[in-house]
């Protein structure tokens, strides 16, 4: 014996409606992607390198010493000469000579100036040489400032000369010194000694 299922009629009607269910769904799902294609691009995020920006000082500014007190100089910078202060360090039973010129004031704290105005590139924490900051003044003059304690600067910020922006502070290479400052000068990437740019302009210093 055979069922029999009556199959009902797919009219005009429910096809115009259907068709219509299918065009606003498939608008809608344009419109979607449209938008979130739209908020995309708008909010699309590319990473830069973080370059620092140099900014160079007057070039006819002369070099000041990096200090207002009168600390003196407790370790010389090595040149082959006799001084009548060291320019030979000792740490772990190795002897080298000073690449820069060490400044204390009784073991008393003082603030630290730019020898030269100009823009940190570096700041950091020597394992060594305690805080460190470097300052880019000109093409050819760097200096870096070690030993330091209350750092109030960071990489990219322009200095002036007189701006206070550190401490002298202590470290472990120099650990007899107690509180000092160290000064390295690099000349065109060379270390020089210190005391050859003080009252010298950043001009002569090409």
């Given at each position: 014996m055979y069922s029999y299922v009556k199959h009902k009629k797919f009219t005009k009607r429910k096809m115009l409606l259907l068709c219509c269910i299918l065009g606003v769904l498939g608008l809608s799902y344009?419109?979607?992607?449209?938008?979130?294609?739209?908020?995309?691009?708008?909010?699309?995020?590319?990473?830069?390198?973080?370059?620092?920006?140099?900014?160079?000082?007057?070039?006819?500014?002369?070099?000041?010493?990096?200090?207002?007190?009168?600390?003196?100089?407790?370790l010389e910078y090595y040149d082959g000469s006799n001084h009548d202060v060291d320019s030979?360090?000792?740490?772990?039973?190795?002897?080298?000579?000073?690449?820069?010129?060490?400044?204390?004031?009784?073991?008393?704290?003082?603030?630290?100036m730019p020898i030269f105005s100009g823009t940190v590139t570096e700041?950091?924490?020597?394992?060594?040489?305690?805080?460190?900051?470097?300052?880019?003044?000109?093409?050819?003059?760097?200096?870096?400032?070690q030993s330091l304690s209350n750092v109030s600067v960071k990489q990219g910020d322009e200095v002036s000369?007189?701006?206070?922006?550190?401490?002298?502070?202590?470290?472990?290479?120099?650990?007899?010194?107690?509180?000092?400052?160290?000064?390295?000068?690099?000349?065109n990437s060379v270390v020089i000694d210190p005391k050859l740019v003080y009252d010298k302009t950043l001009e002569e210093l090409k």
């Open positions: 344009f419109s979607y992607y449209n938008m979130n294609q739209k908020e995309n691009k708008e909010t699309a995020v590319f990473k830069e390198e973080e370059n620092v920006v140099l900014t160079l000082a007057d070039m006819t500014q002369k070099g000041v010493f990096p200090f207002s007190v009168k600390a003196q100089t407790v030979i360090t000792k740490f772990e039973g190795v002897y080298r000579g000073n690449q820069g010129i060490d400044y204390a004031l009784n073991n008393e704290s003082f603030e630290v700041v950091k924490e020597d394992e060594l040489f305690g805080q460190s900051v470097t300052i880019q003044s000109s093409d050819a003059i760097k200096i870096t400032y000369q007189k701006q206070v922006f550190a401490n002298a502070g202590e470290n472990i290479y120099h650990k007899d010194l107690g509180i000092h400052l160290h000064v390295v000068v690099e000349q």
